[in-house]
C-alpha cells in the first residue's frame, strides 16, 4: 500500500484512523513534510473564503499555508480539498471546476453529502497526477431542506470535519498518482 501524506488535518480527523497514511496536523506541523509522497491537502481556508474572509481573523502566517499546500500539490501530486469559490484557486494559478486543466492540474466541485455528510457542503478539488477519467464519484440525493438549520446545530469542529467515506476516497484517488508535476 502507497503511503499518503495528509496536510492540515485537525487534531481528531479521521485520517489518524486510516493505514498507509502520514498524517500532518497541528501538531505535526505540515510544514516538515518532506515532499516523498502524494498528498491529500486540507489548507486553511478562512482567510481564503469568497464569502468570510472579510471577517476572518486568522493566525499570522495561516494564509500562506494555502500556497505552500498548492506547492506540495504540483510537486508530490494528490489532492487538494477547499470550499467551493475560494480564492485560493485564482491566487494560485489552479483551474476552477469546469475549466481546462492547466499545467497537469484539473479540479471538481463535489458535495460532500455524496459521502454522507450531513449538509450538502460544496467543496471544490484539484488533482495534480491523476488521471481524470478513472476519478469517479458517488451520487446520493440530498434534502434540499434544513442545511441551514443543521449548520447552525453543529460545532465549528463538525462543520470543519472531512467524514470517513469522504476521507477514504480521497486517500484511494490520491495513491493512484501517476507522477508529480
Not at 131 to 144: A, G, I, N, Q
Amino acid at each position: 500500500m502507497d503511503t499518503v501524506s495528509v496536510l492540515f488535518a485537525a487534531r481528531n480527523s479521521v485520517y489518524h484512523s486510516l493505514d498507509g497514511v502520514e498524517v500532518y496536523d497541528a501538531k505535526r506541523d505540515a510544514t516538515t513534510f518532506d515532499m516523498s509522497t502524494p498528498i491529500v491537502a486540507h489548507p486553511p481556508c478562512r482567510s481564503w473564503s469568497a464569502f468570510t474572509a472579510h471577517q476572518a481573523k486568522p493566525e499570522p502566517g495561516e494564509k500562506e499555508l494555502g500556497l505552500f499546500a498548492v506547492d506540495c500539490l504540483r510537486k508530490c501530486g494528490g489532492i487538494l480539498e477547499h470550499p467551493a469559490h475560494t480564492r485560493l484557486f485564482d491566487a494560485a494559478g489552479i483551474p476552477h471546476p469546469g475549466q481546462p486543466s492547466r499545467d497537469g492540474m484539473w479540479s471538481l466541485q463535489v458535495w460532500q453529502a455524496w459521502w454522507g455528510y450531513p449538509m450538502k457542503k460544496a467543496t471544490w478539488l484539484a488533482f495534480s497526477g491523476i488521471d481524470s477519467s478513472k476519478v469517479e464519484t458517488p451520487f446520493r440525493l440530498h434534502s434540499m431542506g434544513a442545511d441551514r438549520r443543521r449548520q447552525q446545530l453543529m460545532s465549528k469542529n463538525q462543520r470543519a470535519a472531512t467524514c470517513l467515506a469522504f476521507a477514504q476516497w480521497l486517500v484511494n484517488y490520491s495513491r493512484t498518482t501517476e507522477a508529480p508535476y
